[in-house]
């Protein structure tokens, strides 16, 4: 499995002020699959999002990014070599070009093996070739969406962590971005969650989980 959770669990505060967010939650995705988390505001998605890309600690439990324990001492090696995240808020540098804004992972992380030819390719693969040279500021909503996927796919990560990618789009433009995550995921074998309040964007996952008084339920079919 790319991704496995066991029994995670998470709360704010601490002893009589604490406020848990979840518990019990488990989960498992391999590679070419896709997985929605929906469920109400605060009920936990994007904190497990940022849990298991090791932004965060849990209270407790364990997750596993292609075979290896998280930890505090390993997560950022484990997010730079694996994971790439898309945010609702597209988080571009908004008079970089669409180029450079590719570009600029790969040098901050010092990425070597990352070089024209794989910025190029992203670029052509996500319709963006054309707009290469505009500052991302330009752009609407939904080229600025596939910007940030196709910024976070730099390096190759196995993994890919939307956190309300569509949050900010229109109906056409979610459609459009829940078809490409679903391609990266069967053409290219990334597996993909998506925390999300979209139905467009839930339904075209192959699973989906729910978060409901703190636990997480099947909602798959």
Request: proline fraction near 4%; hydrophobic fraction near 40%.
């Amino acid at each position: 499995m790319l991704v496995k959770c066991d029994d995670l669990q998470h709360s704010y505060g601490s002893g009589h002020t604490a406020v848990r967010v979840f518990h019990e939650v488990s989960l498992a995705v391999d590679r070419g699959e896709t997985l929605a988390v929906t469920g109400p505001s605060g009920s936990g998605k994007s904190t497990l999002l940022r849990i298991i890309s090791g932004v965060q600690e849990p209270n407790s439990g364990s997750v596993f990014i292609n075979g290896q324990k998280m930890t505090a001492r390993n997560a950022v090696e484990l997010r730079s070599k694996h994971i790439g995240i898309v945010y609702q808020d597209h988080r571009l540098v908004p008079f970089l070009t669409v180029r450079e804004n590719l570009v600029l992972p790969a040098q901050l992380l010092k990425m070597s093996q990352v070089g024209d030819a794989e910025i190029d390719g992203l670029l052509s693969r996500f319709k963006l070739s054309e707009l290469r040279d505009r500052p991302c500021e330009s752009l609407s909503g939904g080229e600025q969406q596939r910007v940030g996927i196709a910024r976070a796919l730099v390096g190759g990560p196995d993994v890919l962590l939307a956190d309300e990618p569509t949050g900010a789009l229109d109906q056409t433009a979610s459609r459009q971005v829940a078809t490409l995550l679903d391609r990266l995921a069967s053409r290219f074998g990334v597996a993909v969650i998506v925390a999300t309040h979209d139905p467009v964007v839930a339904a075209g996952m192959h699973r989906r989980l729910a978060f409901h008084d703190g636990t997480l339920r099947d909602e798959t079919g």
